[in-house]
């Protein structure tokens, strides 16, 4: 069997001292001590595809897992928000029904 795990990385343009120097000040910033005067906040956003399944998938045996067949119907979109202060241990998470910058910007008022 084949191990099909990926690593997403920002891979940097070739000689590119403009890249380095902002990856640096960001890496810099990250590395600073607590300070709750000056928080440092992280926000992250997981678009997802929302499936209803087509046929009735089949109950897990002791023998079998449950099984699903690849078949789904498409039953929309939702957005899940993370705001984060990792610092201190904050977070806040948000779903939305939908993934449009008014919902972005309604987060982002309301942080």
Known sequence: MTNRK???WVIPPEADAEFVANMEEVLETYAKPYDPA???LCMDE???QLVK???QPIAATAKRPRRVDYEYERAGTASILMFCEPLSGWRQVSLRAR???GDWAQEVEEL
């Open 6 to 8: 990926l690593q997403y």
């Open 38 to 40: 000056c928080p440092v």
């Open 46 to 48: 997981q678009p997802m």
């Open 53 to 55: 399944e087509t046929r």
């Open 99 to 101: 993934r449009t910058e």
